[in-house]
T-cell receptor
Framework: AQSVTQPDIHITVSEGASLELRCNYSYGATPYLFWYVQSPGQGLQLLLKYFSGDTLVQGIKGFEAEFKRSQSSFNLRKPSVHWSDAAEYFCAVGDRQTGGFKTIFGAGTRLFVKA | DTEVTQTPKHLVMGMTNKKSLKCEQHMGHRAMYWYKQKAKKPPELMFVYSYEKLSINESVPSRFSPECPNSSLLNLHLHALQPEDSALYLC?????????????FGSGTRLTVV
């Protein structure tokens, strides 16, 4: 079965420092990969997506992610973190199944930003 | 309009009540989804509607009953819920049932069952 692993439950970075959130996936074919962000009590917002083409993907809010097939990874990066980036981040993989297509989410990584 | 609107934002209901959650989008998306999210957990898929037809039901108990009256509306009817059903219920939509472009989520309904 397809799965997504986010090894870090939480990460703390200083404001202005760089950020990398890790994501590993298990999928037989070329995966459809996504990163979402969720602020407390809110819905999820799509940051970026990958399903083909350039392996370095640019997203909203200054985020980018790099697809590495050899490592089964899709890590999220940001060069300089702002206090407003504190939130929960979910990596997800699209899974084509009988009857439809669904998105499987990783457990999430909580980002704390310190001044 | 690039939003998914969910109402109500908060709902408290007793175990014998019947209530409904509503979700609306006007982006022309043809797939809509219900997710359940417990605290500090990822969203869990409940139902998928593709072109107004139920395409995926993740073995959800019958006390949850989805309905898709048209391509813009998605309802979730609730009846005889249990306290463990308390959660954030998220609605999402995508351009089509393939969801290659990702989902647009609503801000959710915070449900408390007492």
């Amino acid at each position: 079965a397809q799965s997504v692993t986010q090894p870090d439950i939480h990460i703390t970075v200083s404001e202005g420092a760089s950020l990398e959130l890790r994501c590993n996936y298990s999928y037989g074919a070329t995966p459809y990969l996504f990163w979402y962000v969720q602020s407390p009590g809110q819905g999820l917002q799509l940051l970026l997506k990958y399903f083909s083409g350039d392996t370095l993907v640019q997203g909203i809010k200054g985020f980018e992610a790099e697809f590495k097939r050899s490592q089964s990874s899709f890590n999220l990066r940001k060069p300089s973190v702002h206090w407003s980036d504190a939130a929960e981040y979910f990596c997800a993989v699209g899974d084509r199944q009988t009857g439809g297509f669904k998105t499987i989410f990783g457990a999430g990584t909580r980002l704390f930003v310190k001044a | 309009d690039t939003e998914v609107t969910q109402t109500p934002k908060h709902l408290v209901m007793g175990m014998t009540n019947k209530k409904s959650l509503k979700c609306e989008q006007h982006m022309g998306h043809r797939a809509m989804y219900w997710y359940k999210q417990k605290a500090k957990k990822p969203p869990e898929l409940m139902f998928v509607y593709s072109y107004e037809k139920l395409s995926i039901n993740e073995s959800v108990p019958s006390r949850f009953s989805p309905e898709c009256p048209n391509s813009s509306l998605l309802n979730l009817h609730l009846h005889a819920l249990q306290p463990e059903d308390s959660a954030l219920y998220l609605c999402a939509s995508s351009q089509d049932g393939q969801s290659l472009y990702g989902y647009t989520f609503g801000s959710g309904t915070r449900l408390t069952v007492v």
